[in-house]
């Protein structure tokens, strides 16, 4: 341990003499991947000797010193980040340690003061001002504020009056703080409604929509930046895809152009993948909050309709109202500082949007590439593959000898043991692997098989019908370009069916006998007998 604070104070301190801006977190990054590069050189299950700490701190220094370089860049990124989560988390945790030991100090003198009498003023006078402290210290306000302190002591006489502090004062330590935490929900709630017919809450925050707002509008700046993240890994994915499909081995500059390309990507990648895990956690912030407003304005509308132009309610119907709106505005407060925390952290985060390296994907790099992938295609159009052999029995276990080259086709029906086979490199393509240099390109497994070709779209439908109802009517056979092939505007000769006609001798109608039935004896007697009398019309 003493070894390695030792070698990241040598890095640093080489770095600050040279003017290079590294911290310590990001010096015992790169000398990580430095041994991690050179495990044969640096071996960690041995002590490192003065030359290999030496060599170690002038390579780390040396790559540090480096300007335009993405790997560099993305471990910058890396350690940023994590160094301000890390910061921020922490600021927000002293934060809410202070807040909360501010007031159990207040707390714990109110539990101390016992009054003698019921006629104790001067006893009773200052328990009343220390929990009023109190309660504006928990609504982070200042409790010196004479403003506040008028406004909660108007608040804190309807739940619990100056002639009851005696009965407060003599309740045990436990029950004492649980009644404080119940004083401090009441008065808050009753500030709150005050607040929102506009008779009160003075300089109290509303946090459950100014959290809500902060939350939705850090949202769409997160939502914004992931598109333009998205299209410019897109945009490098298929670059790289294109200059491996064009041979780029032939080319020397092409083959230093694919590996900075790919340390670019892999920069903007660890810059997306940061992104997306601040935006997982921006949502359930979000939905959580969009919960809690709709929550607070239930119970706001429910108060206006229980309180209304009454000068007296029942306190069983409005303090849990009460209650409610204190415990949502708390939270609200809790969730307003993370948020305020992750707005600082994506502040840190985008100084990385724009990279400090030159980007090496260019217009004119895009366009070789694009050139030498045009060529290969052309070429490649007359290599004619083949297919393997549709085989089943004996042959299978000699296909899967390592030694075969042979390559065959293996149906589920004719051989239900292939199911039991283990999928070897995790199902992933190894020759696809090794072509593309390790290139995998992020997919959706839940999608499952994915028919490119499915169509569902009712024009596209309709092309296709008028391409066969074309194909059916066609006079010749000719052979169709690929611009040519299956457009509506192309000129074809057809035989149009011809028009027939006939002609009778005279014109006749008929009309058919109608059937009628009735049933007779429906009315009348209750003995008398119901027949059914059928009746033929003839309308001719």
Known sequence: MDEIQKIVYEITDRCRRQKILANEMLAAFVAKAIILESPERFQLDKNLSADDIEELVSLSVRRLAKEDDPSLETLRLQVSFDSSYVEKQDELEKERADSKRKYTVIEQSICAVKLQHAKDVATMGQLHKLIIAALL??????PQSEVYQKEVAAALESV????NLHAFSSLPYADKRERMEDLFNYVLGIRLFNKSIGKGGVD?????SESHTRIEDLFHRVDAELEEARAVVEEYAMAIEMMQRAEASADETLVASLKRVQDEL???????NFLESFEEELLSLRDRSKDLKRQHDGNMEDLRELVGRKTAVPKEKVYPLFENLAKLWVESKEIDQHTHALLGIFEDLLKFSQPRYVKQLNEELVERITSKAQGKGQAGEEAVGTE???VSGEKIEAALNVESSEAIHVYRSDNPEIANLVVNFGGFCPVTIVERNNLLLPGNPSLGYVLYKYDWNEWSLRRKALQLANLHTKKTCSTQTNMSHFRRENETQ???PKSGVTQT???????PVKHLQYISGLRGHPDQEMKVVK??????
């Open 494 to 496: 057809v035989y149009l």
């Open 388 to 390: 393997g052999k549709s």
């Open 160 to 163: 619990l009056p100056r002639a």
């Open 535 to 540: 009746v033929e019309v003839d309308f001719q």
């Open 505 to 511: 001798a005279r014109e006749r109608g008929t009309k």
């Open 137 to 142: 210290t928990k609504t982070g306000q200042d």
């Open 204 to 208: 109290l925050p509303d946090k459950v």
């Open 266 to 272: 892999t920069n903007r990648r660890q810059y997306l």
